[in-house]
């Protein structure tokens, strides 16, 4: 055999022994934290399904591989497959089981502990880490939740894979793909009684509804828009807020009264639910108006006080505060015009998307 195909062969068995599994762990982080940070892909289909797979078994799976690095089988199975040998004394014959090699088979946990395992701790994490990030500059938000979920599968993937490369070969957990597809067919086309087989039929087809169910009701809210008031529908959102002694934004407190030439602060907060990225603009207004009644109102005149645009992602949300200093007198409406991707040449609150609007009683300096 040449140098060359035993260098190959060297570099199949290196890459044979990867951990397979960490590395289907490592890329799902990936993906995930990926698509949360990316304002094109953030709230897509994609992303929600690699979310909850990610959220529901990545942290614990990536833990409990750390934790336990070796191979396991359930007790029976340990004592039914380690032999024992006979050890002869003078006249007397005990049988005594090798300690040495049962021992190494239960430093592991088999694939279904480690299923369970990973469900359950994945649980567990998830709040300890919101309540983590609550004391935080940064807060409880989507992103800085998946990121440091990130971060800790990383790190538990690298411990585990450090731990379980530094085991002999035949020690390390594998995950028996061949042995869990051969139990699977056996179950199916060579069950033990035919009652066995449509049991075993059953459990399936159980299984895939459940699946199916549970990716439907993830992904059909963003890829059915508009259906009824699920969260797929489809809407933007324009408020108008101030700031409170405490700092906090509140839609409350707006200015009742100004004196000509005096300014007031706001802010106007925008979210988008469009399932797409959308481009925004909001223009100010300021209006003289004839009432006639509370409905039935007439512009008298108007003028724009400015405006200004931002580009947002499915489901975030912008806040903008600027000051807002009117330039009629007498009872003033002032109107925030929202306008998703172009403003026509003459704003209005009837060719807006959507307004908000407070009435500001500039006062004459006279009176």
């Excluded at 078994?57 to 934790?67: D, S, T």
């Excluded at 933007?236 to 005096?262: N, Q």
């Excluded at 603009?281 to 005149?301: G, P």
């Amino acid at each position: 055999m040449s140098n060359r195909q035993l260098h190959r062969d060297h570099r199949w068995w290196r890459l044979r022994a990867v951990p397979v599994d960490l590395v289907g762990i490592t890329a799902l982080t990936i993906c995930t934290v990926g698509l949360s940070l990316f304002p094109g892909l953030r709230g897509t289909a994609l992303h929600l399904v690699a979310g909850v797979l990610f959220v529901l078994f990545a942290p614990g799976y990536a833990f409990v591989a750390a934790l336990f690095p070796a191979a396991g089988t359930s007790p029976t199975a340990q004592d039914a497959s380690v032999p024992p040998t006979t050890t002869e004394t003078a006249g007397t014959d005990s049988s005594v089981a090798h300690p040495a090699a049962a021992a190494s088979r239960r430093d592991g946990i088999d694939g279904l502990e480690r299923l369970i395992l990973s469900a359950a701790l994945s649980v567990a994490l998830v709040p300890v880490v919101g309540v983590g990030l609550h004391v935080t500059p940064w807060g409880i938000q989507p992103e800085t939740v998946t990121v440091a979920l990130g971060g800790l599968v990383l790190v538990g993937t690298g411990v585990a894979a450090i731990r379980r490369l530094r085991l002999p070969p035949e020690d390390r957990f594998r995950v028996p793909y061949r042995r869990w597809l051969a139990v699977a067919r056996d179950g199916v086309v060579h069950p033990p009684t035919r009652v066995d087989g449509v049991l075993n039929i059953i459990v399936i087809i159980a299984v895939v509804l459940a699946v199916s169910t549970i990716t439907v009701a993830v992904v059909a809210p963003s890829a059915i828009p508009g259906e009824g008031s699920s969260p797929g529908e489809q809407f933007s959102g324009i408020a108008l807020l101030t700031e409170d002694d405490d700092g906090d934004l509140v839609a409350d407190g707006y200015p009742t009264t100004l004196a000509p030439g005096d300014s007031t602060t706001l802010v106007v907060g925008l979210d988008n639910h469009e399932h797409r990225p959308v481009e925004y603009s909001v223009v100010v207004l300021e209006q003289q108006i004839d009432r006639h009644s509370e409905t039935n109102v007439t512009v008298t005149e108007q003028r724009e006080l400015e405006r200004f645009e931002t580009e947002l992602a499915h489901n975030e949300t912008w806040h903008h505060r600027h000051d807002v200093r009117p330039t009629m007198t007498g009872e003033v409406r002032l109107v925030w015009a929202l306008y998703l991707d172009a403003v026509p040449d003459d704003p209005s609150t009837d060719t807006a998307a959507d307004d908000v609007s407070i009435w500001v009683d500039v006062t004459d300096s006279d009176g």
